[in-house]
């Protein structure tokens, strides 16, 4: 009788378990769905006046759409009797029955990544993220159902520290109504931490564990990149540097050896190539293309704090373009000096590893193939060692 009751006990203990494993991962695969909203926080700046209210509302009739979208699936499963089958989803049966087939986008990362293209987006960034979702595809064979789990946990990731984050705001800013803010953020961390939890739990092997990982191995890389563009910012930085000016250049009646000089951004790589340009030539002047992030104003009381008596041109460039506008502007600068060997100089910056100069636009590399191209005679690099 003892034996037949522990059987039967066991057995009841083996189903509640079972049971919980599948609400739990039911629970996980739902709060997968619902993700996507924090889009229209992240984009709240892009709304029109006042930002925050018509954020609001876009949000709840987000809410609502995506609430009539779970009735209208699943009243249209139930009309079509839809039953899930291996290697599809409820909505791509759906999809089939109703319409039948169709073949039918600071400083943690490398900058090139933030490089806004001539179409105004951020090119190299959708072409890195192009790749990765290649990656991911031939690695899981284009199961959606086992990227799922790493979409969820990176998410939820987010979410949890974002929250989080903003609990340490509230905290040190103390800003009027910061307790029933820090509480609703704090709330929103517990939740989202918990649901975390039960993701990695629920779908660590079939998938979670890669990101389990993979998280720490690029936060640690990202460390790294962010240390590596602060240590070049020190070793450029002009700020212990005290403002010089050089004696105001009197070109002679008939200049010798004009020199271009390529000023990208005022430091200490900069200063090297103008020095050298002061002892080589006889006319010097330098050139700034403008990608429409540039500061004039500023630019041009640095420069006479610090290279006065040499002229800067900057030059637009709409199409944030920075090689075509520079060769242009030599092309047209040779010109006026016909006869003349005029010597284009590019300041550039070596690191101390091969991999750190992976982290940096290779603008040098491309001007001077292209100025050499354009038979420009004299191309050289005064090098600024990290």
Same mark, same amino acid.
């Given at each position: 009788?003892?034996?037949?009751?522990?059987?039967?006990?066991?057995?009841?203990?083996?189903?509640?378990?079972?049971?919980?494993?599948?609400?739990?991962?039911?629970?996980?695969?739902?709060?997968?769905?619902?993700?996507?909203?924090?889009?229209?926080?992240? #984009?709240?700046? =892009?709304?029109?006046?006042?930002?925050?209210?018509? &954020?609001?509302? /876009?949000?709840?009739? !987000? +809410?609502?759409?995506?609430?009539?979208?779970?009735?209208?699936?699943?009243?249209?499963?139930?009309?079509?009797?839809?039953?899930?089958?291996?290697?599809?989803?409820?909505?791509?049966?759906?999809?089939?029955?109703?319409?039948?087939?169709?073949?039918?986008?600071?400083?943690?990362?490398?900058?090139?990544?933030?490089?806004?293209?001539?179409?105004?987006?951020?090119?190299?960034?959708?072409?890195?993220?192009?790749?990765?979702?290649?990656?991911?595809?031939?690695?899981?064979?284009?199961?959606?159902?086992?990227?799922?789990?790493?979409?969820?946990?990176?998410?939820?990731?987010?979410?949890?520290?974002?929250?989080?984050?903003?609990?340490?705001?509230?905290?040190?800013?103390?800003?009027? #109504?910061?307790? =029933?803010?820090?509480?609703?953020?704090?709330?929103? &961390?517990?939740? /989202?931490?918990?649901? !975390? +939890?039960v993701i990695i739990a629920t779908e660590f092997v079939a998938g979670a564990w890669l990101v389990v990982v993979a998280i720490p191995v690029f936060v640690y890389g990202f460390m790294r990149i962010y240390?590596?563009?602060?240590?070049?910012?020190?070793?450029?930085?002009?700020?212990?540097?005290?403002?010089?000016?050089?004696?105001?250049?009197?070109?002679?009646?008939?200049?010798?050896?004009?020199?271009?000089?390529?000023?990208?951004?005022?430091?200490?790589?900069?200063?090297?190539?103008?020095?050298?340009?002061?002892?080589?030539?006889?006319?010097?002047?330098?050139?700034?293309?403008?990608?429409?992030?540039?500061?004039?104003?500023?630019?041009?009381?640095?420069?006479?704090?610090?290279?006065s008596g040499i002229p800067i041109v900057i030059v637009d460039s709409p199409f944030r373009e920075i090689v075509t506008p520079i060769a242009n502007f030599v092309r047209e600068f040779e010109s006026k000096?016909?006869?003349?060997?005029?010597?284009?100089?590019?300041?550039?910056?070596?690191?101390?590893?091969?991999?750190e100069g992976l982290l940096h636009n290779q603008t040098a590399f491309f001007l001077e193939r292209v100025l050499l191209a354009k038979k420009s005679r004299v191309v050289t690099r005064v090098r600024y060692?990290?």
């Open positions: 009788m003892a034996v037949v009751l522990t059987n039967s006990f066991i057995g009841i203990l083996r189903k509640s378990c079972l049971t919980l494993f599948f609400v739990l991962r039911a629970f996980s695969a739902e709060c997968s769905a619902l993700t996507g909203v924090e889009a229209i926080s992240h #984009g709240v700046l =892009a709304f029109k006046p006042p930002e925050w209210k018509n &954020a609001s509302k /876009t949000l709840l009739y !987000l +809410g609502l759409i995506l609430g009539l979208m779970f009735i209208e699936v699943t009243y249209l499963a139930h009309a079509f009797h839809i039953m899930p089958e291996e290697g599809q989803t409820v909505v791509s049966l759906l999809g089939r029955q109703i319409l039948g087939l169709f073949l039918a986008r600071d400083g943690f990362l490398p900058r090139q990544l933030a490089f806004l293209g001539e179409r105004l987006v951020y090119s190299n960034g959708i072409i890195m993220l192009s790749l990765s979702a290649a990656v991911l595809l031939i690695v899981f064979q284009g199961n959606t159902n086992a990227v799922i789990p790493l979409y969820a946990v990176v998410v939820f990731t987010s979410f949890t520290l974002s929250q989080a984050g903003m609990v340490r705001r509230w905290l040190i800013n103390r800003t009027q #109504g910061w307790q =029933a803010s820090a509480f609703l953020n704090g709330l929103g &961390a517990t939740v /989202t931490a918990i649901v !975390l +939890g240390r590596h563009y602060r240590l070049v910012a020190n070793r450029l930085s002009l700020q212990d540097i005290a403002p010089r000016s050089y004696m105001p250049h009197i070109s002679p009646e008939v200049p010798t050896h004009p020199a271009v000089v390529i000023g990208g951004q005022l430091n200490q790589g900069t200063l090297e190539a103008l020095d050298y340009a002061r002892n080589i030539a006889d006319e010097i002047v330098a050139i700034h293309v403008d990608l429409g992030t540039t500061d004039r104003e500023k630019l041009q009381i640095r420069w006479q704090s610090f290279a000096h016909p006869g003349m060997i005029t010597t284009v100089i590019i300041p550039t910056f070596v690191t101390r590893n091969w991999w060692y990290l």
